[in-house]
T-cell receptor, first 112, second 115 residues
Framework: DQQVKQNSPSLSVQEGRISILNCDYT??????FLWYKKYPAEGPTFLIS?????DKNEDGRFTVFLNKSAKHLSLHIVPSQPGDSAVYFC???????????FGQGTRLTINP | NAGVTQTPKFQVLKTGQSMTLQCAQD?????MSWYRQDPGMGLRLIHY???????DQGEVPNGYNVSRSTTEDFPLRLLSAAPSQTSVYFC??????????????FGPGTRLLVL
């Protein structure tokens, strides 16, 4: 049972436009969500996170939105840059848990 | 700081062989974990440790053993390799072992091919 789902395996966006990556979850206990970014032949690196007490968190060009009623979160990148081309993983956990559950990942390609 | 280091970078095994994937971190992190990444499956947790001497199973522990005798090292052992264990393996560490909300730092990965 995939508790965290990223239903779009890939996404292609023109440079300068907005990239929107989506993530859905099924476990109501999840209350903390993270996005990791991964370049080829490297390990994932932390990008941004959000707690369930918020519905939005911003860090520069990156904004994560959380819709708890829909069990859905999204990552917005504005404006998109070629260096943003990577695989993005959504992850979830809950208070006191010692495990992260990852989604399948979305490969983002930014076209010049 | 070297961060999280993994060796080897790439390994080819024959079915039934055993091997140990090495992971070390120099950040004095309590929490360490092993994931495998497979196409369409994302990152799946194999085993994790919240401190020296303490380990626990993740989502896909079968076929793998771990131990944590020091804070720095967290080796992953494949006792009898199977083709289904062909994957990319990532080790990660984070500061606190009490919550997965802490940012995890990943190593560069070990690509394993089992023939």
């Amino acid at each position: 049972d995939q508790q965290v789902k990223q239903n779009s395996p890939s996404l292609s966006v023109q440079e300068g436009r907005i990239s929107i990556l989506n993530c859905d979850y099924t476990n109501s206990m999840f209350d903390y969500f993270l996005w990791y970014k991964k370049y080829p032949a490297e390990g994932p690196t932390f990008l941004i996170s959000i707690s369930s007490i918020k519905d939005k968190n911003e860090d520069g060009r990156f904004t994560v939105f959380l819709n708890k009623s829909a069990k859905h979160l999204s990552l917005h990148i504005v404006p998109s840059q070629p260096g943003d081309s990577a695989v993005y993983f959504c992850a979830a956990t809950f208070q006191g848990a010692q495990k992260l559950v990852f989604g399948q990942g979305t490969r983002l390609t930014i076209n010049p | 700081n070297a961060g999280v280091t993994q060796t080897p970078k790439f390994q080819v095994l024959k079915t039934g062989q055993s091997m140990t994937l090495q992971c070390a971190q120099d950040m004095n992190h309590e929490y360490m974990s092993w994931y495998r990444q497979d196409p369409g499956m994302g990152l799946r947790l194999i085993h994790y440790s919240v401190g020296a001497g303490i380990t626990d199973q993740g989502e896909v522990p079968n076929g793998y053993n771990v131990s944590r005798s020091t804070t720095e090292d967290f080796p992953l052992r494949l006792l009898s390799a199977a083709p289904s264990q062909t994957s990319v393996y990532f080790c990660a560490s984070s500061y606190a072992g009490t919550s997965a909300q802490e940012t995890q730092y990943f190593g560069p990965g070990t690509r394993l091919l089992v023939l």
